[in-house]
């Protein structure tokens, strides 16, 4: 039989010499050995190739070897020891800048929520002096050539002593109008009018203007007393009043002029907030019932309520120097006032 | 993760791998930073990768040289060991790739005076490993250990192999390795380690006989 050709022979034998093959291959090839005189023959001379190969004595590394060896695991466990000292420091420098920037962290939140809380619980917040300038009487010109000038106008500059001043916060006048355009024009020209007073409008919706107010309660008055002249053209007039509580307010519906500056006239808080309570319930009341007078349960005596003085209309041309007993006093009252159209 | 917890995982995963589990607990050891357990995994395998590296590549210099290139790659790679063969056939991998690729880069080296030695070489033992191959002669192996003569003429026999076949039967019949461990030192199939280890042992039997 020639090996040579019959390759997968040569391999049977040598996997079952390698004691590599199953129980039934095993028992395969044992069975062919038997009856081939030349398989056996195969598998002799195969278990003596590996036999004298297997025979060969070790060789023993010479000792330099193992000595480069020792030497070489010497090395490198310096190195590794050494590698390792250096990646705790860099381990603590690491954790140190971490911790640094945690405690960033920690104080920059503190600092953002102080300033919250401060927001929230804090004092109120004081109205900037204001400088009022006083218009002096016009001096009007004669008729003489002379006089070829142009007209001068004399200026008294009066400074009304708000610094430190807690103003009265009503909060916000809303108003509510058909006629957004002319009312809103009236509102416009008696603010412009009044030099006791003053004002910042705001005007970036169509339809919608809000009007900062800030002037004394004798300007109130005034102002109020203006306003009462198209009082009617309002479909809806509501107050909002402060109250020492953040976040809670007093609404007075169909409010009225003279309610407005009753309630700025109280010298305490408490005494702003029952009134206007009293007011809201009131004009509810008679809003239920209308044509009935109502009488507010206040301890003083009230004006009557729902008898609202018929306003005087007055003409455009207001007279500036005149202005209104008190108008000039200190400033306390800070109200926004919104006028707004119908949509 | 603890580091007996590391263990017993280690040699679970050796178990049902049919890994060597005492290597695997030592790598394990190492990687949690004890350097002993390289120092013992050195020590177990130093001689016996000398003499597979010596066997194949037959110069005893170059045998220790490619021994400490071998421990140097074992020791700078032990990190990426990922423990899904075992360390004794990654080593041996390792070792044996060392000692392919040298011998290809110095292919020149090894059986210039190889003929002339044989003519000096003893008679003797000529005969004798005549007397085995012809089935004439009973084997022993303890005999033959201790005929210098007749392994220097083996050896000379397996020099004059090619380096492949050279190489699978330095691992099966030297180092003993079953045929799934020379598939993965040698990274090949398993049927291929059949039919080159078949080859093999036909050609070292023609190159013995002709000695």
Redesign the interface.
């Known amino acids: 039989m020639n090996?040579?050709q019959n390759?997968k022979i040569?391999?049977l034998l040598?996997?079952y010499i390698?004691d590599?093959l199953s129980a039934d291959e095993r028992s395969e090839v044992q069975r062919l050995v038997r009856k081939n005189h030349t398989i056996a023959?195969r598998l002799?001379?195969?278990e003596?190739?590996?036999?004298?190969?297997?025979?060969?004595?070790?060789?023993?590394?010479?000792a330099?070897?193992?000595a480069?060896?020792k030497q070489?695991?010497r090395s490198?466990?310096a190195n590794?020891s050494k590698s390792?000292h250096i990646e705790s420091q860099r381990g603590a420098r690491h954790l140190f800048v971490r911790q640094v920037m945690a405690a960033s962290i920690i104080i920059g939140l503190v600092g953002i929520m102080g300033a919250v809380v401060y927001r929230i619980v804090g004092p109120e917040e004081t109205i900037t002096p204001i400088v009022a300038v006083q218009p002096a009487p016009t001096i009007k010109p004669t008729a003489s050539p002379v006089a070829t000038k142009p007209e001068e106008t004399k200026k008294t500059v009066v400074v009304a002593a708000v610094e430190n001043t807690t103003s009265i916060g009503l909060y916000s006048l809303q108003l509510q109008t058909a006629d957004f355009t002319a009312v809103d024009a009236y509102v416009n020209k008696l603010l412009e009018e009044s030099p006791w007073l003053r004002y910042e409008a705001t005007k970036d919706q169509p339809g919608k203007s809000v009007y900062r107010i800030l002037c004394s309660i004798g300007g109130l008055e005034a102002m109020m007393s203006d306003l009462a002249t198209v009082w009617s053209k309002f479909d809806s007039t509501t107050l909002i009043v402060r109250t020492d509580n953040v976040g809670q307010y007093v609404t007075v519906t169909s409010v009225k002029p003279e309610q407005i500056a009753d309630i700025a006239r109280q010298d305490t808080i408490d005494k702003r907030i029952k009134l206007a309570n009293n007011f809201a319930m009131l004009n509810s009341v008679e809003q239920i019932m209308p044509g009935e007078k109502m009488l507010a349960a206040t301890e003083r005596s009230m004006p009557e309520l729902t008898t609202i003085p018929k306003p005087v209309l007055t003409s455009g041309d207001k007279n500036t120097a005149t202005a209104p007993k008190g108008a000039w006093d200190q400033v306390q009252v800070d109200l926004n006032i919104i006028v707004t159209g119908h949509k | 993760m603890p580091a007996t917890r590391c263990i017993i995982r280690a040699k679970r995963v050796a178990h049902s791998q049919h890994i060597n589990v005492e290597d695997t607990v030592l790598v394990q050891k190492w990687r949690q930073?004890d350097?002993s357990a390289?120092?013992q995994l050195?020590c177990k395998y130093?001689?016996?990768i000398?003499?597979i590296i010596?066997?194949i590549c037959s110069n005893?210099n170059d045998?220790?040289e490619l021994?400490?290139d071998t421990?140097?790659k074992v020791?700078e790679n032990i990190g990426k060991f990922e423990s899904r063969s075992g360390f004794y056939t990654w080593a041996f991998r390792i070792a044996v790739n060392l000692t392919l690729n040298y011998r290809k880069r110095k292919a020149t080296v090894g059986f210039t005076s190889l003929d002339a030695e044989l003519a000096a070489g003893d008679e003797q033992a000529r005969q004798g490993?005549s007397a085995?191959?012809s089935?004439d002669k009973a084997?022993d192996?303890?005999q033959?250990?201790e005929n210098r003569e007749l392994?220097e003429l083996?050896?000379k026999g397996?020099r004059k192999l090619d380096e492949e076949h050279r190489a699978i039967?330095v691992l099966?019949?030297?180092e003993?390795m079953?045929?799934e461990q020379i598939a993965e030192v040698l990274g090949i199939e398993l049927g291929t380690v059949?039919?080159r280890?078949?080859?093999a042992?036909?050609a070292?039997?023609q190159i013995?006989e002709a000695l």
Do not use: M, W
Request: with cysteine; glycine share 4%; aromatic share 4%.
């Open positions: 090996f040579e390759p040569e391999e040598n996997s390698d590599e023959q002799r001379q195969l003596r190739c590996k036999a004298l190969v297997s025979s060969l004595p070790p060789a023993e590394p010479p330099e070897v193992v480069g060896i070489l695991l490198h466990s590794t390792k | 930073g350097p390289i120092e050195v130093q001689g016996r000398y003499n010596l066997k005893p045998a220790a021994t400490q421990f140097v020791i490993l085995i191959l089935d084997l192996p303890a033959i250990a392994c083996i050896q397996i039967i099966r019949d030297i003993g079953d045929y059949k039919s280890l078949s080859r042992r036909a070292l039997r013995l």
